[in-house]
């Protein structure tokens, strides 16, 4: 064999074993969900979704984990929008190129890489203990809201970036204020941008376990939560708690709420990829 | 109408600050609380000693034994992640056509997305039965199960990341070596991969970083004993599962239990963050070549 | 307020927004510019080197000169939209009516609605054809629907628009042509009714045809504005400028009646541009 060949049979093998692992990444996704489905399957009715944790496997339901996820998600969204896409703004719009603005860069890059259980103990030190919302909704909604932050932030001053500088100018030409540009041009053109953002960053929101568990949320909360004081138990939780019970039963109700959990973070991606993809056309 | 002008960016710019005082308020609890850890356990002690037992009677502080759990379980997701994911950056690259990456990749980017809690369950309930059957002696708790989903879930990553790098390479330098007669094999090592390393050294280090700051996985399927081990096949307990095992159960606030888990945050907080500054730091420097 | 004061001065006229005026056609005037030693640096490069020159209320007046001579930026100091280019420092006196712009005083926002301006590629907001022209009015609060209705179509008449998209009023105006988005551009920026229009090399981008129709516009309107036109093109400015500037690398080289600059200028540098020898 001369080098040519040597270096062509190199070459293939080459995108062979590439394409091996490709279709591994996604033959192990496909394995992943086959066994839960086929584990957890069993689960899936409205009796699951309606009942109260149980000491007892077989009656378990995931009623109180999913309007635990609903309210921590709800009061996250109150919080981590505004102050997020607010930062946003203020990094694309205002701060350009000062000092101040390259240590919030800095700052938000350094804050995406923190594991999200420290963010659980800063909730722990701050809104647990300090201000005194003990393991409550209020507690773990704080703390994912300053987790996601740097995700909406970066995502809308990204989508800002992409808004083309001709329409400001065009703006600012017609005596527009900054405000009036960055409500009236900016924001409109950015909107898709900015949502699918919002949306990624509440599917990891979602996910979330590490930081809860720190904070205080609770895997067996017999009772729906009544105030955004009271403490609570959401989806990934209750899955922890089951996942680390011996009884084989137990593994089935855990397997049943990964279901529910993937359902809703797969439709979550999906909603976000559409959203992307029909604002890069019309940005186009 | 200047006054509201005024009034609004004031309000930007206190929603940016608000990330400086995350950052603030994330340094000034664990230096608050693992000042008065110290006070308590010598540091001498907690970098010395070999053993992690602050639950038992008999209490040790030895955060050794957390590291090397949580360097070891890193180690395997990074040994399957790396190659996996740098393979798959330059197949995406080089040789996959357009359309087929376009559609693998969203597909690809699943697997970053799925709930961690998923994967701790998959590595406990279906990786390590598997495992299993080939090396009988592998205990239920074990690193290597839980490495490897770990290194699963970390693939997007480092594929995603380093495919940016490649991508972000002059066409020009591509051209240039299919011109003289490379094959893309040829290219990809010799001229692409060089020229993104430095893209392709960060995506890693930020893996790792992922990897160390990593929590349910290894949580669900490490095991909870704190080791001085780099056996793969028995219990572990990295310093993430371990503020987990004690935040599940009820240590009083002001128990050393209580303070220990600060101290075992600052030391994660001031290993990703070290990493985090390296990779931004390169990123910048890199950038600043192709500007 | 001195403020307030300052701004009075510049407006030629009160506008006071009732549809009996806009009915009549309010006819408007256009106001003088006076630019006296204007340097404008961009860090430590010195794009404008010290510039005096004064505009005639009426007039139109083209600014040629080779790419990088500086005319734009020059053309952008009127209505003061180099101030968001990072490191701009400005140095001299433009005063509209008397009134300098560059004073601490001076609203910037009430000066572009005294100062038009239109741009090189056509720029319509993603909005429909009835918001874009809107918008100007819109920002200054005025919400009542039958003047905006008026003002539309009176500023879409101006810009010899209004029969091509009379019908279409809410439909996007990114589905326009480019001529027609260009027209737009200049009926939002009529809307707002200036005395002074900037355009910064407005048909570049667009076919003969287009360009045809603007310069036939431009001639129309500078009955009641001062209009200044940066322009790449020699026979553009010899056919719609009543005077006309030369530029050579931050420099007023010739500054003079277009008929004068066209065939007999009196510098050897504007004669080698305009005759097609260095450019």
Redesign the interface.
């Known amino acids: 064999m001369n080098n040519f060949q040597k ?2 049979l ?2 293939h093998s ?2 062979i ?3 091996l ?2 279709f ?3 033959l ?2 496909a ?2 969900i086959y ?2 489905v086929k ?1 957890g399957y069993t689960r899936i009715n409205w009796t699951f979704l309606t009942s109260l944790p149980s000491r007892k496997p077989e009656n378990a339901g995931i009623y109180t984990a999913i309007i635990g996820t609903l309210d921590l998600m709800l009061l996250t969204v109150l919080f981590a929008i ?6 946003g ?3 694309e ?5 000062s000092k101040l603005s390259s ?2 860069e ?6 995406a ?10 909730g ?3 809104f647990v ?1 300090f201000f005194n919302f003990g393991g409550s909704i209020l507690s773990g909604s704080l703390t994912l809201s ?1 987790l996601i ?2 995700i909406i ?1 970066v995502a809308t001053r990204e989508a800002i970036k992409a808004v ?1 500088h ?2 400001k ?12 540009t960055i409500k ?2 900016v924001l ?2 950015s909107f898709g941008g900015i949502l699918t953002g919002i949306i990624l960053s509440l ?2 929101a ?5 930081p809860l ?2 904070v ?1 949320a609770m ?1 067996y909360v017999p009772f729906v939560p009544q105030s955004i004081f009271d403490t609570f138990s959401v989806l ?1 939780m209750q ?2 708690n089951w ?2 019970r011996p009884q084989q039963g137990f ?1 089935i109700a ?2 049943g709420a ?1 279901i529910v ?2 359902l809703i ?2 439709v979550m ?1 999906g909603i976000a ?1 559409y959203f992307r993809n029909r604002w890069q056309k ?1 940005l186009q | 109408m200047k006054y509201k002008e005024k009034l609004i960016e004031n309000f930007f710019k206190f929603c940016a600050s608000i990330t400086i005082f995350t950052t603030i308020g994330i340094i000034a609890v664990l230096l608050f609380e693992s000042i008065s850890f110290f006070r308590d356990v010598s540091i001498f002690e907690f970098l010395t000693d070999t053993q992690w037992t602050p639950l038992f009677s008999e209490k040790h502080f030895g955060i050794l034994a957390l590291v090397s759990g949580t360097f070891l379980t890193a180690a395997i997701a990074i040994a399957v992640a790396l190659p996996i994911g740098l393979t798959i950056a330059i197949y995406l690259n080089m040789y996959a056509p357009k359309s087929f990456r376009k559609t693998l990749k969203p597909f690809l980017e699943i697997l970053a997305a799925i709930p961690t809690v998923v994967y701790g369950f998959f590595a406990l309930t279906i990786v390590t039965p598997f495992l299993q059957t080939i090396y009988p002696d592998l205990e239920t708790f074990n690193s290597l199960s839980a490495g490897i989903v770990m290194g699963i879930m970390i693939i997007p990553f480092i594929s995603s990341l380093s495919e940016d790098a490649l991508y972000a390479v002059p066409k020009s330098l591509k051209l240039a070596a299919f011109g003289m007669g490379s094959t893309r094999f040829q290219t990809a090592f010799k001229v692409m991969v060089p020229a993104a390393s430095s893209g392709i050294i960060v995506s890693v280090i930020l893996a790792i970083s992922r990897a160390i700051g990593e929590t349910m996985i290894v949580a669900i399927a490490a095991g909870q004993q704190p080791q001085l081990t780099l056996n793969p096949t028995v219990p572990v307990q990295t310093i993430t599962s371990f503020i987990v095992q004690v935040s599940s159960g009820d240590a009083p606030q002001g128990s050393v239990e209580y303070k220990t888990i600060f101290a075992a945050g600052l030391t994660l907080f001031l290993f990703t963050f070290t990493l985090n500054s390296v990779s931004f730091w390169i990123k910048k420097k890199y950038q600043e070549k192709y500007e | 307020m001195a403020k307030e004061t300052a701004i009075t001065m510049i407006k030629i006229k009160e506008k006071k927004i009732d549809s009996k005026k806009v009915e009549d056609g309010a006819s408007k005037d256009g106001a003088k510019i006076a630019i006296k030693d204007v340097k404008v640096w961009y860090d430590d490069f010195m794009a404008i080197k010290g510039i005096d020159m004064t505009i005639k209320p009426n007039t139109v007046t083209a600014f040629i000169g080779p790419s990088g001579c500086g005319k734009s930026t020059f053309l952008r100091l009127f209505n003061r939209m180099n101030d968001y280019v990072e490191g701009f420092k400005m140095e001299g006196k433009i005063k509209l009516n008397g009134t300098n712009i560059y004073k601490d005083k001076i609203n910037v926002e009430e000066l572009r609605k005294e100062v038009g301006m239109v741009f090189q590629k056509p720029n319509p907001f993603p909005k429909s054809i009835f918001e874009n022209v809107a918008y100007g009015l819109k920002i200054q609060g005025i919400k009542d629907k039958k003047i905006l209705n008026e003002r539309v179509e009176k500023a879409l008449r101006q810009a010899d628009l209004w029969t091509e998209v009379k019908d279409d009023l809410k439909k996007s105006a990114l589905a326009l042509s480019g001529g027609q988005q260009q027209r737009l551009c200049i009926a939002r920026t009529l809307a707002v009714e200036p005395s002074i229009l900037l355009m910064d090399e407005p048909t570049s981008a667009l076919d003969p045809i287009s360009t045809a129709k603007i310069e036939d516009l431009i001639f129309e309107l500078k009955e009641k504005y001062t209009i200044v036109i940066v322009t790449h093109n020699m026979q553009q400015a010899s056919r719609i400028s009543d005077y006309t500037a030369f530029f050579y690398i931050g420099e007023l080289i010739e500054f003079d009646k277009t008929k004068t600059i066209f065939t007999n200028p009196e510098k050897q540098q504007t004669e080698n541009y305009i005759t097609g020898r260095f450019g």
Do not use: C, H
Not at chain 1, 93 to 97: Q, R
Not at chain 1, 169 to 179: H, P, Q, Y
């Open positions: 270096n062509k190199i070459d080459f995108k074993l590439g394409m692992f490709t591994l990444g996604i192990i996704l394995i992943l066994n839960i584990v505004p102050v997020g896409v607010g930062a703004i203020y990094l719009e205002y701060a350009k190129k240590l919030l800095i700052n938000i890059s350094n804050l890489g923190v594991p999200s259980i420290i963010y659980g103990l800063l722990l030190g701050v203990r300053l932050l740097p932030i083309p001709s329409l100018e065009a703006s600012f030409a017609l005596g527009a204020s900054k405000w009036q009236n041009v409109p053109s599917s990891r979602i996910g979330e376990t590490a568990i720190v205080g895997a990934p899955i922890f996942t680390t593994a855990a397997a990964i959990l993937l973070t797969f991606n990829v019309k």
